[in-house]
């Protein structure tokens, strides 16, 4: 009976665990960040036959919400204004904004709702990699996308009070989408853009409220 | 056709190859630039963070093959644009050179 009671326990113990991966910090309990620095930073990243397109934009807002000893509880949105893309060549940038291409217009914003987390490792106390599946909509409409992310936590120090008070949490997110599923045109300035494209998300938040 | 024409065609020629070169040598580029993308100093805040660098868009010109658009005069620089103006010249002069007979 004892040997079934430990064994039971140690089960239990597993189960919780691997459930309930999170930051092993001072910090404790439910935290918001609020993802409002210009220093924030999305990036689209596409080929074409001729030349690379890079587009980017420092205007991501949101936030997120989790439970510190748990990732699995986050939650969260955030959204870039679409007319806020770059590509460094001003009549690219119209083209991007205009009704074929992104619609700025009919759809002001790019979105990403979280929706879950998976495949959690700890990769030190304040850092986890895991993968996050969440709805993006772009062009008014929205598909399941799977993004790797990596978080890193950091607990407020004279170090991180230099960047903005609170808490910091660093996300690093990367994934792909196709052109075609978001019934966006792949022709810019008569360039025939590929139809995946990679966007990757560098943004750092802050709890303080 | 006679001396002096000969000579319009053969600048001519040597000035639009002349463009072609300076665009290989400026990185072969598709369209002209004004701008290019540079990554930002990454802080060791930054590296603790785990974030990526920063890129921006900065002021600098790139000698392209085409202009990407005509919102700008510098964007208008490319070799098909001064091949077009060469052309244009040289075939005034050429016709300037006519000789009448």
Known sequence: MKKILKTSFVALAAITISFAQGFKIETTGEQTFNFEDKRNQATFFSTTPLEDVTGISNAISGKVTFDVSDINTLT????????????????????????????????????????????VKVEADNKLSAKVTGDFTAHGVTKEVLADVTMTYLVESEQTKKRAPGDLLGVQASFNVNLSDYDIENMLIGQKVAEEVKIDIGMVGSNAK | MNKKQKQ??????????????????????????????????????????????????????????????????????????????????????????????
């Open chain 1, 76 to 119: 969260g949105t955030i959204s870039i204004p679409v007319a806020s893309l770059d590509t460094g060549i001003e009549l690219r940038n119209e083209h991007l904004a205009s009704p074929n291409w992104m619609d700025a217009e009919g759809y002001p914003d790019i979105i990403f709702k979280i929706k879950g987390v998976s495949d």
């Open chain 2, 8 to 101: 319009v065609i053969t600048i001519g020629i040597i000035l639009i190859a002349a463009t072609f070169i300076i665009w290989l040598l400026a990185g072969g580029d598709f369209f002209t630039k004004t701008q290019i993308l540079v990554e930002k100093e990454v802080t060791e805040l930054d590296q603790m963070l785990g974030v990526t660098p920063q890129k921006e868009y900065q002021d600098s010109f790139v000698f392209g093959l085409v202009p990407p658009g005509l919102v700008y005069t510098a964007e208008m620089i490319s070799v098909a644009t001064l091949s077009g103006v060469i052309l244009l010249i040289s075939g005034l002069f050429y016709f300037k050179y006519k000789t009448k007979t």
